[in-house]
């Protein structure tokens, strides 16, 4: 079974460099060109939502402290990729996952393991902040007190958190007040702290920033690159420009309508080094999309 990232089948002449092709210098660098021993593989993954086939053979490979962003128009499917990575499409009613997901050689959706242990290890960044309602110290203390997570002291993982998701300055102070309180980049910034607290290894953040302005929007990117460090980050973007910016491998899908239907099932197109993708694809309908000649 082939677990090399998909590859486009159409050549062509090399393109003019969409004007999209601007990575920045500290995530420009050098990669091998498929990732190497990755954390998370997918595997012929087909998602069905009751008879709906959602997403169609994807195969792709995400790789250990990369940041892989997944790009293409709506209903193309990758939100619901980055769901199966971690099984919140469990929680959907008469979701159906076919395939493996394979997270350090175990298929997660082998019979016997535990979803929820599955989430603590592969974390999600929702499009909308969505805090507790409980105070800004209460939020990060949440998932490894309800894990039972052991810990020295939750004072210092509180404060470490914060402090990876670029927050402690700004909220030191005012730990016991409620995360209401907080603005919209801050509360996003937050989550991820809570993400960050239960320790995971995987990063999966949808559309993180979506309901942000551009100020917020840049310290979570800003945030992005450098807890690459020391996690594996998927992103879910419909910004291309945030795609060009922060990632260092891009996946493009598409989606292609049932003729009898009408229906929609998502496609991965290409799977490449981000600054390949945005410079030199080697599918005419990624060039498309991120021209903006479609999508």
């Known amino acids: 079974m082939a677990t090399t990232p998909a590859t486009a089948t159409t050549t062509r002449e090399?393109?003019?460099?969409?004007?999209?092709?601007?990575?920045?210098?500290d995530v420009d660098r050098e990669l091998s060109p498929v990732p190497v021993s990755p954390v998370i593989e997918a595997r012929d993954l087909n998602v069905f939502y009751g008879d709906f086939h959602a997403v169609h053979d994807v195969n792709l490979a995400y790789g250990r402290n990369e940041i892989t962003a997944m790009i293409g128009p709506s209903g193309c499917g990758k939100s619901t990729v980055l769901r199966c990575l971690?099984?919140?499409n469990d929680l959907v009613a008469g979701a159906r996952v076919e395939g493996q997901v394979v997270y350090h050689g175990q298929d997660i959706y082998a019979k016997g393991v535990d979803p929820i242990a599955v989430r603590t290890h592969i974390g999600m960044v929702f499009q909308k902040p969505n805090p507790f309602p409980k105070s800004i110290y209460d939020n990060i203390a949440y998932g490894p007190r309800v894990t039972g997570m052991k810990v020295d002291s939750m004072d210092d993982l509180v404060e470490e958190a914060l402090t990876r998701a670029a927050l402690w300055d700004e909220v030191k102070d005012k730990l016991k007040q409620s995360a209401y309180g907080l603005s919209g980049g801050q509360q996003q910034r937050l989550c991820i702290a809570r993400t960050i607290a239960t320790r995971p290894d995987v990063i999966l953040m949808d559309e993180p920033c979506a309901s942000l302005d551009p100020i917020a929007t840049s310290r979570v990117e800003d945030l992005m690159v450098e807890l690459r460090e020391d996690y594996t980050i998927v992103v879910v973007t419909h910004n291309m420009q945030q795609a060009a910016r922060v990632s260092d491998r891009t996946a493009f899908f598409t989606a292609r309508p049932d003729e009898t239907t009408g229906n929609r099932t998502g496609l991965l197109v290409e799977y490449d080094l981000t600054s390949k993708i945005f410079s030199n694809p080697g599918d005419q309908r990624t060039e498309d999309y991120i021209s903006g000649r479609f999508g």
Do not use: F, I, Y
């Not at 393109?15 to 210098?25: D, E, K, M, T, Y």
């Open 14 to 25: 090399q393109p003019a460099p969409s004007s999209l092709a601007r990575v920045r210098a």
């Open 86 to 88: 971690n099984r919140m």
